[in-house]
């Protein structure tokens, strides 16, 4: 029995690798390479040992090419899908819609024709706080009404609609979409983490780069939001907490829960000047900042409420700031 990992090289896929191989678990990744490396599955038998790491194939490839899923259904027993593989950048979604609805929206199509054909009825997808767009209150509760504001948001929802309406046709599936705040941090081995090509969009990885002088200062977008400090406010999640949310989901899928939609999320909202004075204290104060204009399409409060998952699931992020700055500095320093 096998659970096939979409984009499993990438930085949650490969977290979520980690776990699941250490649950004793069989995994096949399937991953194109697009945003990632092969090295990365050196790394995660590395974090594993020996013992766990025969558990894990590695199919180099695009998910997109049915012909490959078709093969990598028939050669193992796959009784789940964690479908991690898509783009993810918001700024270059609205520059490059049409590849991003092609691969997001056709590399989930064409799963889930693949596993239809198999008979695999256990899903469990990435979706993103995004699909909320500005909630018109904090906590954000699963509940709330969703709604995108840019290409890649409107992918997500596509998908989550698309799920919604597999399960409308048959009940017999199982489908978990799990909808993550903002995950930082990297694996306490410092092997893996967020490594995106070029100059980083988000927080974290561009803190990280300012940190070890290979960027010069972090422009922080904004200093007057309706927030305690006036800086824009997330609900950072550890990816290593995060990665085990996708093992808490698997379990729930094998009670045959139905169609489940569960926020992940720690529930508290820091400021990026709050992430500053914490990564300053693991690396010495080296994160040189400025105020710049607000970044356009950015909402100044985002935080979960994740108690659904804790309550159905068992499930709640246990790591604190300052161990996501910690583990994303070793990483940053081990690369
Ligand atoms: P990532 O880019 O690190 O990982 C995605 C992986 O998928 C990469 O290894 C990439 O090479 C692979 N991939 C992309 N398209 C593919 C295709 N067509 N076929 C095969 N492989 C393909 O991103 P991540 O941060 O690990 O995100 C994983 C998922 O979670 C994505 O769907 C993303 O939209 C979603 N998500 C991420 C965040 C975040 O802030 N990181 C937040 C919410 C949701
Ligand atoms: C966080 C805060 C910025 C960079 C994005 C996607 C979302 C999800 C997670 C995938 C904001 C501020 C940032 C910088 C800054 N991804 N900031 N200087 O925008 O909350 O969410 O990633 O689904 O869909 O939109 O994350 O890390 O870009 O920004 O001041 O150089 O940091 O303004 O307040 P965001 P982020």
Request: overall charge negative.
């Amino acid at each position: 029995m096998s659970i096939l990992l979409t984009g499993g090289l990438g930085y949650i896929g490969s977290h979520t690798a980690v776990e699941l191989l250490e649950d004793g678990r069989e995994i096949v990744i399937i991953d194109n390479l697009s945003n990632s490396n092969i090295e990365v599955k050196d790394k995660i038998e590395k974090i594993v040992t020996d013992k766990y790491a025969k558990n894990m194939k590695v199919v180099v490839g695009d998910v997109r090419d049915e012909k490959l899923l078709e093969q990598i259904f028939s050669e193992n027993d796959i009784t789940a899908v964690v479908h991690f593989a898509g783009l993810k950048a918001v700024g270059e979604s609205v520059e490059k819609p049409l590849e991003y609805y092609d691969n997001n929206i056709n590399s989930t199509t064409s799963l889930l024709k693949v596993m239809k054909k198999f008979g695999v009825k256990n899903f469990v997808f990435s979706s993103s706080a995004t699909v909320y767009g500005r909630a018109k209150s904090m906590p954000i509760y699963e509940d709330f009404e969703i709604g995108a504001t840019n290409p890649y948001g409107r992918t997500k929802l596509f998908i989550e609609q698309i799920l919604q309406d597999i399960y409308v046709s048959d009940k017999t599936y199982n489908i978990a979409i799990l909808r993550y705040f903002n995950p930082i941090g990297a694996h306490d081995s410092g092997l893996i983490g967020e490594d995106p090509n070029g100059i980083p969009n988000n927080l974290l990885p561009y803190v990280a780069k300012v940190a070890t002088g290979k960027l010069e200062v972090l422009s922080v977008f904004g200093d007057d939001y309706d927030t305690k400090d006036g800086t824009g406010v997330r609900d950072y999640i550890h990816v290593v907490d995060l990665a085990k949310g996708h093992l808490s989901a698997l379990k729930k899928l094998e009670e045959n829960c139905g169609l489940k939609i569960y926020n992940l999320g720690t529930g508290v909202g820091y400021s990026v000047l709050d992430i500053v004075e914490a990564y300053n204290k693991v690396c010495g104060g080296k994160v040189k900042y400025k105020f710049a204009p607000r970044r356009p399409g950015d909402i100044d409060v985002c935080y979960a409420n994740a108690d659904k998952a804790f309550k159905e699931m068992g499930w709640k992020a246990e790591r604190d700031l300052e161990n996501m700055c910690m583990t994303s500095w070793k990483f940053e320093n081990n690369k």
